[in-house]
């Protein structure tokens, strides 16, 4: 499809594992975000990529976060050690540009047990 | 640094009667502001936007917002509510100055009342 593809959509781990989720932004969009999403709660900036720019990292909640972004295009968020806070939707958004409309993936629902 | 400031976290009205969403924002250089809705278990979409054009902006749904540089808002409005309003609507601001990254608002969640 065309739009920005998240994967896995659900997520059930068990404390102190680790977990990578995926994120497949729109081609060509430069311009990569993501965000977190806890039940009932707004949107918790966690990293920004934008083209060949070092990553705006300053959302990550701790050292056990992580983020990478492969040849400007599919991005992986890591988390290390998971804990029972760090269950949430973690969404991620693409853009054409650093300022503009993004377009959001459905989620991927980490439930960390 | 940017930011939005959401007055309400929680927005109840009558089905027909006005929507009004609050947003204001903070910024030193010229903004770009965006409202998103997230309807229930769906991704967030884009509702409507303002990019230093017409002050006055219309999006899907019948939804339109004002860009007030005097009061440094962009209120959220719809005439008469629907039902299937209901949704949570978050306001953002980003500028093509300085690389400012988007940055949202914390949200609020529009109930309507039949």
């Known amino acids: 499809g065309a739009g920005v593809s998240q994967s896995p959509s659900n997520k059930v781990t068990e404390k102190g594992k680790d977990v990578e989720l995926r994120c497949d932004p729109i081609?060509?969009?430069?311009?990569l975000y993501w965000y977190r999403q806890s039940l009932g709660q707004g949107l918790e900036f966690l990293i920004y990529f934008q083209g060949n720019s070092a990553p705006d990292k300053s959302g990550l909640p701790s050292d056990r976060f992580s983020a990478e972004r492969t040849g400007g295009s599919v991005s992986t968020l890591t988390i290390q050690r998971t804990q029972q806070e760090d269950s949430a939707v973690y969404l991620c958004?693409?853009?054409?540009?650093?300022?503009?409309?993004?377009?959001f993936g459905e989620g991927s629902r980490l439930t960390v047990l | 640094a940017q930011s939005v400031t959401q007055l309400g976290s929680h927005v109840s009205v009558s089905e027909g009667a006005l929507v009004l969403l609050r947003c204001n924002y903070s910024s030193s250089v010229p903004p770009y502001l965006f409202w998103y809705v997230q309807y229930p278990n769906q991704g967030l979409q884009l509702l409507l936007k303002?990019?230093?054009?017409?002050?006055l902006v219309k999006g899907i749904n019948g939804f339109e917002a004002e860009f007030k540089k005097s009061e440094t808002s962009f209120h959220l409005t719809k005439p008469s509510a629907h039902m299937s309003d209901a949704a949570e609507y978050f306001c953002a601001v980003s500028s093509n100055f300085g690389n400012e990254k988007l940055t949202f608002g914390t949200g609020t969640r529009l109930t309507i009342i039949p």
């Open positions: 303002y990019t230093s054009a017409a002050t």
């Open positions: 081609s060509g969009h430069t311009a």
């Open positions: 958004a693409s853009g054409a540009d650093a300022w503009g409309e993004l377009f």
